[in-house]
């Protein structure tokens, strides 16, 4: 039987600097401020954008 490896890592990176968060694979991209309101307001405009992102319809199948 086969042992399995428990050995992990430890990674830090910074969240914030001095009030800023730095623009690295690790944190999300910047948004604008009317983007964040937009989105904290009707939440369901984001899955929309992200949904004609992807190409995906509503939820519905396509037939070809």
């Known amino acids: 039987m ?4 428990i050995a992990g890592y430890i ?16 944190n999300p ?7 964040q309101k937009l989105e904290s307001i009707d ?6 954008k992200s949904a004609k992102e992807k190409g995906e319809t509503d939820g519905k199948p396509t037939t070809g």
């Open 43 to 48: 939440p369901v405009t984001k899955l929309n």
């Open 29 to 35: 991209p910047p948004i604008s401020k009317d983007q």
């Open 2 to 5: 086969e042992s399995l490896s």
């Open 11 to 26: 990674a830090a990176h910074w969240l914030c600097i001095d009030g800023v968060q730095p623009t690295i694979p690790e």
